[in-house]
């Protein structure tokens, strides 16, 4: 099972399955988004 905080996780998407998925990538393969327009952007940083 994957652990992550998935009450900050849906709330920093808004329930979108998509941006769910990209959080999700993004953590697990610690990838950096390649610029301002990259969705990863959006939630770098975040806690």
């Known amino acids: 099972m994957i652990k992550y905080n998935w009450e900050k996780i849906m709330n920093a998407t808004e329930g979108d ?6 959080i999700i990538h ?3 393969h610690k990838r950096l988004p390649n610029s301002t327009r990259d ?3 959006k939630y770098w940083g975040r806690n």
Not at 17 to 22: A, H, N
């Open 39 to 41: 969705p990863a952007y």
């Open 26 to 28: 993004t953590l697990t």
């Open 17 to 22: 399955p998509v941006s769910i998925l990209l």
